[in-house]
């Protein structure tokens, strides 16, 4: 059973860091892709960034240049290293994992396992 548990959140001021962390169990690295995705209230879940077994990543235009997914298959841990935050940048923030199979064209769908998220909030 893949479990994912995200820790790091917190409060920061704009133009601030924060780096998220998710440690990951139960999953095959070599065929899984792990995404960090992000729900502001009153709005739709949105897909931030994704890493692959094989070393593909993908991120949403809106943090691209900001953020920065990577994964210690070490520590079985995920993180995202967020920077220049911005006020709208405020989410509950997940990890999320694919398992094989799932891929039909969109990088950012057919998570199957998620995490129960962690609170980011960036003030002006």
């Known amino acids: 059973q893949v479990q994912l548990v995200e820790s790091g959140g917190g409060s920061v001021q704009a133009g601030g860091s924060l780096r998220l962390l998710c440690a990951a169990s139960?999953?095959?690295?070599?065929?899984?892709?792990l995404g960090w995705f992000r729900q502001a209230p009153g709005k739709e879940r949105e897909g931030l960034a994704i890493i692959c077994g094989d070393g593909t990543t993908r991120y949403a235009d809106s943090v691209k240049g900001r953020f920065t997914i990577s994964l210690d298959n070490a520590k079985n841990t995920l993180y995202l290293q967020m920077n220049s935050l911005k006020p709208e940048d405020t989410a509950i923030y997940y990890c999320a994992a694919r398992p094989p199979g799932l891929y039909f064209g969109n990088w950012f769908r057919s998570y199957r396992y998620w995490g129960q998220g962690t609170q980011v909030t960036v003030s002006s």
């Open positions: 139960g999953y095959t690295y070599s065929t899984y892709c």
